[in-house]
């Protein structure tokens, strides 16, 4: 059975702060691994990765997948208090399609 | 920008009823999902949905469920036969088949569906 394993849970800090998240995965056949943010409802995308070493950005987030240990991060630079959300991981494999989600961070952004 | 939308935004009912959760994707969308999250769990995938039919379902996706996409821009999920445990968040989601976005799916708000 496919697993995505998020850590921290929660993550408490302050504006400014940069953060590190972290995903590690056992999914059969990998092919991709996208992270999202959830705020109050619907998951948000952010960032697909397909490839090793390969560093996704877009402002101050961002996130690189490392497939020989099964790991992605997403890191989160200069935090600001709308950066408070839950961030899931999800992965898929071969051809199927649907994602397998990890349980989420919580991340709180104090002012 | 193109958004997926769901209705209602929240459904309250009675166990035992039927009820039907709506979806509309992204237009140029072709692939299209159905997901729960049960407060404080993982979002857990239940079906997708290709050309028509079924292209893959989850356990979660027992006889009590179905999906169906009755015109061009509408994809509904029916509960046939409520329970309690339906109680979920559902979201919808959709993805675009070409090229590298091909496993990106786009999140419709959600239908917060209360089983009483």
């Known amino acids: 059975e496919d697993k995505v394993v998020q850590s921290p849970l929660s993550l408490v800090v302050h504006e400014g702060d940069t953060v590190t998240l972290n995903c590690s995965y056992e999914v059969t056949n990998f092919r991709s691994l996208l992270w999202y943010k959830q705020e109050k409802k619907a998951p948000t995308f952010l960032f697909m990765l397909?490839?090793?070493?390969i560093e996704k950005k877009s402002g101050r987030l961002s996130s690189i997948l490392d497939k020989k240990e099964l790991f992605s991060i997403l890191n989160i630079t200069a935090t600001q208090t709308g950066d408070s959300a839950v961030y899931l991981c999800?992965?898929?494999?071969?051809?199927?399609?649907?994602?397998?989600f990890g349980s989420g961070t919580q991340l709180t952004v104090l002012p | 920008e193109p958004e997926v939308t769901q209705t209602p935004s929240h459904q309250v009912t009675q166990m035992g009823q039927e009820v039907i959760l709506r979806c509309v994707p992204i237009?140029?969308?072709?692939?299209f999902y159905w997901y729960r999250q049960i407060l404080g769990q993982k979002v857990e995938f239940l079906v997708s949905f290709y050309n028509n039919e079924i292209s893959e379902k989850s356990e979660i996706f027992d006889d009590q469920f179905s999906v169906e996409r009755p015109d061009g821009s509408n994809f509904t999920l029916k509960i046939r036969s409520t329970k309690l445990e339906d109680s979920a968040m559902y979201f919808c989601a959709s993805t675009y088949l070409s090229g590298s976005s091909t496993d990106t799916q786009y999140f419709g708000p959600g239908t917060r569906l209360t089983v009483l």
């Open positions: 999800a992965g898929t494999s071969g051809s199927a399609r649907q994602l397998t």
């Open positions: 237009s140029n969308h072709l692939y």
């Open positions: 397909t490839s090793s070493g």
